[in-house]
């Protein structure tokens, strides 16, 4: 398990501080071998290392100096839908910042009518579940609001734009 785990550190580049697992070690003499042959796997390793001592949990913490820029950053790009953050916002969660943008709009601008322009599911939302709501938002506004299909936005993107 020690050579497994020093070859997927230099394979993955990884970096930090780094918290091993070594299951079920009770004895003392079982630690200290498991512990010499990481440290012998880790002398293959170029990157600056430093290997602590067994914890009294039985976690060997170590440190690892990457060399290189992750494998993950050499051969991925961000996702083009969330922009690499890992999450894009529901389209409920879309509807109530259009709401909000919507009343920003007209507060500012006072037009007669607004357009929104915003993603299929977020549209979906706002003729379906959400209609009841936009029709009270028009009501307390006093001016309409007209819906409208953009298929190239992403989930998350919205315009709102004063007519």
Same mark, same amino acid.
């Given at each position: 398990a020690a050579q497994a785990i020093a070859r997927q550190l230099r394979l993955r580049n990884l970096g930090g501080i780094i918290i091993i697992d070594f299951i079920d070690m009770a004895e003392e003499e079982h630690k200290r071998q498991v512990l010499r042959a990481l @440290? *012998?796997?880790? @002398?293959r390793d170029h990157a600056k290392s430093q290997i602590c001592d067994v914890s009294p949990l039985g976690l060997v913490e170590m440190t690892r100096k990457r060399t290189r820029e992750s494998l993950e950053h050499i051969l991925c790009e961000p996702c083009p839908t969330c922009g690499? *953050?890992?999450?894009?916002?529901?389209?409920q969660t879309v509807c109530y910042e259009l709401f909000r943008e919507i009343m920003r709009e007209v507060r500012q601008f006072d037009p007669k009518e607004v357009l929104v322009l915003a993603s299929q599911p977020v549209i979906d939302l706002l003729i379906d579940e959400e209609s009841a709501s936009l029709a009270q938002l028009q009501e307390f506004l006093g001016v309409p609001v007209r819906i409208q299909v953009e298929g190239t936005y992403a989930q998350d993107q919205f315009d709102v734009v004063p007519l």
């Open positions: @440290e *012998r796997a880790m @002398e690499g *953050r890992g999450y894009i916002k529901t389209p």
